[in-house]
């Protein structure tokens, strides 16, 4: 069997799509358009082309989109400020910081500082207590397992009564879109299980799966024996495990791997995403649309 490909970089497309046309109908009916702040402290490189790639989606899409970069040795106390500026500032409606700060503030403090009804990363505490319950609590769904969710429904496969096998407990992948899947509701009412290093016999359970979402960060983890086959498999690790010139560029790009291994899996799952070009694009999408879902709770209209 060749499993179908769940691209990342055509669902984006088709989400994006949506996106920039209900924006286009809200500006026209209520005047209003999303707006987005991201907050970056300091230089530092991968945080930089991230910003960037999120400005460029949210200028695309009609978005007011603000960078607001701050120097390294900003204290917490003016950072907490800023923070607060926008958190009552009415055109915005989605205030991220991006990570990681510098080792002189306090990460919590500061993701705790943004307004829940603003926190379109969905990591606030009020935001993770509401995707715990399910339903029409949820208000900002966090934007990877978001994706996630998104690939599975969009490619047309079953999840009620579905058994999902998710590795890794992360607070930002394995643990929420474990709680998504087992939620009553379109989607989701799936069986789930969470493995994670402590697991005895992981292969067990992953071979069990009919969606199976793995969230390590370790380069082919999953063999292709552990693969139930027709299996759906969503690969969201990202592994670096070396570099090479780029064809297109001549500059020196690095080798990406998930944490399956893709070429043999492909051949027993019904379905798979790849790496690059699976889950990846998804969470910037994903962060478009709860940034959407922001102004729209606030314009009464969700
Ligand atoms: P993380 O915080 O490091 O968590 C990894 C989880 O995997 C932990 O729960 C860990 O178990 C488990 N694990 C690690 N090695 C294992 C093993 N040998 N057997 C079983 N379980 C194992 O990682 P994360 O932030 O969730 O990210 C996971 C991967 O997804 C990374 O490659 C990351 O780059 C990628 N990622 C991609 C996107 C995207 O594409 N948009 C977004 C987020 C993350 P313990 O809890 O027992 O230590």
Redesign the pocket.
């Known amino acids: 069997m060749t499993a179908k490909l769940i691209l990342?970089t055509e669902i984006r497309e088709e989400i994006l799509k949506e996106v920039e046309e209900e924006v286009k109908t809200i500006k026209a009916k209520h005047g209003a358009v999303p707006g987005l702040v991201t907050i970056l402290v300091g230089q530092n490189p991968a945080s930089v082309s991230y910003v960037t790639l999120k400005i460029q989606t949210a200028n695309r899409l009609g978005f007011k989109e603000i960078q607001d970069n701050q120097p390294e040795d900003i204290s917490e106390k003016d950072l907490l400020a800023l923070i607060e500026r926008y958190n009552n500032d009415d055109s915005i409606h989605g205030v991220l910081v991006q990570l990681p700060l510098p080792k002189h503030i306090d990460e919590k403090k500061v993701l705790n500082a943004i307004d829940p009804d603003k926190d379109v990363d969905g990591f606030h505490p009020v935001n993770v207590g509401r995707l715990m319950i399910g339903g029409s609590e949820v208000k900002f769904p966090p934007?990877?397992p978001a994706?996630i969710q998104e690939m599975i429904v969009r490619s047309g496969v079953e999840t009620s009564g579905a058994e999902v096998v998710v590795?890794?407990?992360?607070?930002?992948?394995?643990k929420p879109i474990a709680n998504m899947m087992l939620q009553k509701g379109p989607g989701a009412n799936s069986t789930v299980t969470i493995?994670?290093?402590?697991?005895k016999d992981?292969a067990s359970h992953c071979k069990r799966a009919d969606i199976l979402i793995v969230?390590?960060?370790?380069p082919g983890?999953v063999k292709p024996e552990w693969i139930k086959p027709g299996a759906c498999v969503i690969d969201?690790?990202?592994?670096r495990v070396g570099e090479k010139v780029s064809e297109k560029t001549g500059k020196k790009v690095a080798i990406l791997r998930?944490?399956v291994d893709f070429d043999a899996a492909k051949e027993i799952a019904g379905y798979i995403t790849p790496?690059p070009g699976?889950?990846?694009?998804?969470?910037i999408t994903m962060l478009m649309k709860n940034t959407l879902r922001s102004l729209k709770f606030k314009l009464g209209i969700a």
Do not use: E, F, K
């Open positions: 990342g934007c990877t994706g590795v890794g407990r992360s607070n930002i992948v394995g493995v994670h290093t402590r697991t992981m969230a390590a960060g370790v983890l969201v690790g990202v592994n998930g944490d790496v699976g889950v990846g694009p998804m969470t």
